[in-house]
């Protein structure tokens, strides 16, 4: 594969690159981040660090932290698998909101200072299984202190303005925080696509142009309330609001080989009465140092209207066809979780939890057709309006061992059981039982070097709105609601070596391999059993695509995550390298041959550069990325997604204008192409099925220009 030669050279390069740059490097110091007391396998960052990079807020000064990577937590069942790598003054938030959108909201003149904390460190702090993590500890206040950040953002994106504004006003005394934020958003967006429709034979015969353009109006509140009553005692709160607006438009024209106009398609989509609530917190009692209980809740609730009309007309205006589709969603999720803490000697934590949780979707769609101009005519639609509720309860066990200074061990087992029921269209009740065991071992051979082996088993996260049909009018695709499917489980088996470069550097190389369960893909399913069907079960009438799970899978590859500052050749130069290559097989459903898991992209590499200029209070740079080809395959089509020549964004900012930083930004400037290469098969891809022709697809939204301004005060 090229991604994997691409990526072997690049690694190698980068090696070497590192090696010489670490030779040019200081040797790190004791403390050489910071004044805080050392603490073993703790790096302290103070805001003097991060000066140069003039941040505003807390997401600013975690972002340039040497070698790590916000990491919001993989999409899992449980909220405690959920959790990601920052900490805010050690405890992560009880919401499922990305950790950038509060670190968004503290002002960095209230950091006191950023701790990266490896995980030979574990047991003083959660590190849940990661190398290290990030903990922002905030600056204590003995008498009230008021604080705010603001930014605005004006953007010429998808050839359309889009414009955002909001700010976070917070207060805080010596046993009380209170963060309020709001933020008003309206966004545009436009993209551009050129089709060819080619016969059996490669010959086009047709072409269309067609534009998709949305906008969304937004409100976003939010509130943030963390109470200290007792030195014993610790609640926090967290509660958002966003209401929004969502309409998006799509038009096409299609020709003949000799580009008369054959149809017009317009395709009108709307999002009406769109709300998103969400109310959580926890409270922690520490009995004593050795001994504490933490109750957690989540719960969020969002509800949409979406209503959708799509028509195609001759070229003489009389509408040859039409598709009304209506429907209401609600959607849900509360989260009760406990965990007790107990270090019963230095060398061991153990955390204990136990935790429920209630989900669910209702849905209500409806589908009316029109045919040559007449009148609409309800369809039935299999699995349209349908509920789906998941009752889910687990416990776990954790025991974290400090082997040594050298070596950490965590030691954990889940066990989960739950029951999703499904009533309406289609009606069904099922079981499911998961352990989920898992090993992290951390190793430290020298002061600089950190090795750490991993293995778990996880499950994933369920989309429930899979349970329920989906049409896309436009791309003339039907995927049926399939109440059997269930969530793919896998083994994960990674090592990692990490190793500092002077103070503000890192390189991290990663090998994996996971072996997954019940792949989650389309497949092929027949949800109306007449005598026709049964006569003629692979009919396009009788079997239709779904998502559902077609067996096991194997997935494997590796990263290089590599931050190199370039003061020995570049003053106040610093430049990020990640890259990754993977390989993935499976059992296609349909053909039975060897392919690849759906919508895995072959390899991706991001190369970004940063210059600060503190005398000039300015700094620059960009970013260069690239991603390989990604695949995908439906009961009728195989499809193959590939984009251009890299993406290329440049920016430039400057702390000129006292109390606010402005930066300029021109992203995706070569205007990357995204390619979409559909293959298609009469009746289907299922013996009998033969190619009938193809469809390409090219698009490109142009380049996008921000301009941002932000403040503290």
Not at 26 to 32: F, G, L, M, T, V
Not at 50 to 71: E, S
Not at 162 to 188: F, H, I, M, P, Y
Request: charged share 25%.
């Amino acid at each position: 594969m090229i991604g994997w030669r691409t990526g072997t050279a690049l690694a190698v390069s980068v090696i070497a690159l590192a090696q010489a740059a670490h030779a040019q490097q200081p040797e790190p110091q004791a403390q050489s981040a910071g004044a805080a007391p050392e603490r073993k396998n703790v790096k302290t960052y103070e805001p003097a660090f991060f000066a140069r990079y003039n941040p505003v807020t807390a997401f600013d000064m975690v972002r340039q932290l040497p070698g790590f990577a916000i990491d919001h937590g993989d999409s899992l069942r449980g909220f405690g698998a959920t959790a990601g790598n920052v900490l805010i003054d050690g405890q992560r938030p009880s919401t499922k909101n990305p950790i950038t959108d509060e670190l968004s909201r503290i002002a960095a003149r209230d950091v006191a200072r950023i701790e990266l904390i490896g995980a030979a460190a574990a047991g003083d702090i959660d590190v849940r299984g990661y190398t290290e993590l990030a903990n922002v500890v905030l600056k204590p206040a003995t008498q009230t202190q008021v604080s705010s950040t603001w930014r605005g953002d004006l953007a010429w994106q998808g050839q359309r303005l889009s414009e955002r504004l909001g700010g976070t006003r917070s207060w805080k005394t010596d046993d009380l925080t209170v963060r309020l934020n709001a933020q008003l958003t309206s966004q545009g967006y436009r993209e551009e696509t050129d089709i060819a429709v080619r016969s059996v034979a490669g010959a086009i015969t047709s072409t269309r142009d067609e534009f998709s353009q949305q906008n969304l109006g937004e409100l976003l509140l939010n509130g943030t309330v963390n109470w200290t009553p007792t030195p014993r005692d610790s609640v926090n709160l967290t509660g958002r609001l966003t209401p929004r607006l969502f309409q998006r438009d799509i038009g096409s024209t299609a020709r003949n080989p000799a580009g008369a106009p054959t149809e017009f398609v317009a395709d009108d989509y709307t999002e009406k009465d769109i709300l998103h609530a969400e109310l959580g917190g926890d409270w922690e009692r520490r009995f004593s140092p050795t001994n504490s209980v933490k109750v957690i809740l989540v719960n969020r609730a969002v509800s949409w209207r979406p209503q959708e009309l799509f028509e195609a007309f001759a070229p003489d205006g009389v509408r040859l066809r039409a598709r009304e589709i209506n429907t209401e969603s609600k959607t849900g999720e509360h989260v009760a979780r406990g965990v007790w803490t107990l270090k019963p000697n230095d060398r061991h934590t153990v955390e204990i939890g136990l935790e429920g949780a209630f989900n669910y979707l209702d849905q209500h769609r409806t589908l009316a057709v029109s045919s040559n101009g007449g009148p609409f005519v309800p369809q039935v639609l299999p699995v349209a309006s349908t509920r789906v509720e998941e009752v889910r309860a687990e416990t776990s066990i954790n025991d974290t061992w400090r082997i040594d200074p050298k070596l950490t061990l965590e030691l954990g087992f889940t066990y989960e059981a739950s029951k999703i029921t499904q009533t309406g269209d289609a009606n069904q009740e099922r079981e499911f039982t998961y352990p989920k065991p898992r090993l992290v071992a951390t190793w430290l051979p020298t002061k600089e070097d950190q090795f750490r082996l991993s293995v778990e088993r996880t499950v994933a996260q369920l989309n429930f709105s899979e349970f329920a049909s989906v049409i896309v009018p436009v791309q003339n695709q039907l995927t049926i609601g399939n109440p059997n499917l269930q969530p793919a489980q896998t083994w994960e088996t990674e090592l990692q070596w990490k190793r500092p470069i002077g103070q503000r550097g890192s390189i991290a190389i990663k090998a994996y391999y996971h072996r997954i369960d019940d792949v989650q893909d389309f497949i092929p399913i027949r949800p109306v059993p007449s005598a026709f069907c049964m006569a003629n079960p692979n009919d396009s009438t009788c079997v239709f695509t779904a998502a559902g799970n077609i067996g096991d899978g194997e997935r494997w590859g590796g990263r290089i995550d590599l931050t190199l500052p370039l003061d020995g050749f570049i003053k106040g130069g610093m430049l990020k390298i990640t890259a990754g290559g993977r390989d993935t097989k499976v059992i296609d459903p349909i053909s039975g041959e060897e392919r690849h898991i759906a919508n895995e992209f072959s390899y991706d590499w991001n190369i970004d550069f940063r210059q600060d200029l503190p005398d000039l209070k300015i700094a620059w740079g960009g970013d260069y990325s690239d991603l390989g080809d990604g695949e995908a395959f439906r009961l009728d089509e195989e499809q193959t997604r590939s984009f251009g020549p890299g993406d290329l964004d440049l920016f430039i900012e400057t702390t000129r204008f006292k109390g606010m930083t402005v930066r300029l930004a021109a992203d995706n400037v070569g205007d990357q192409p995204d390619r979409l290469d559909r293959r298609f098969f009469a009746p289907n891809r299922l013996p009998g099925g033969v190619f009938s022709g193809s469809e390409f697809r090219g698009s490109t939204d142009g380049p996008n220009y921000t301009i941002t301004v932000s403040g503290a005060f």
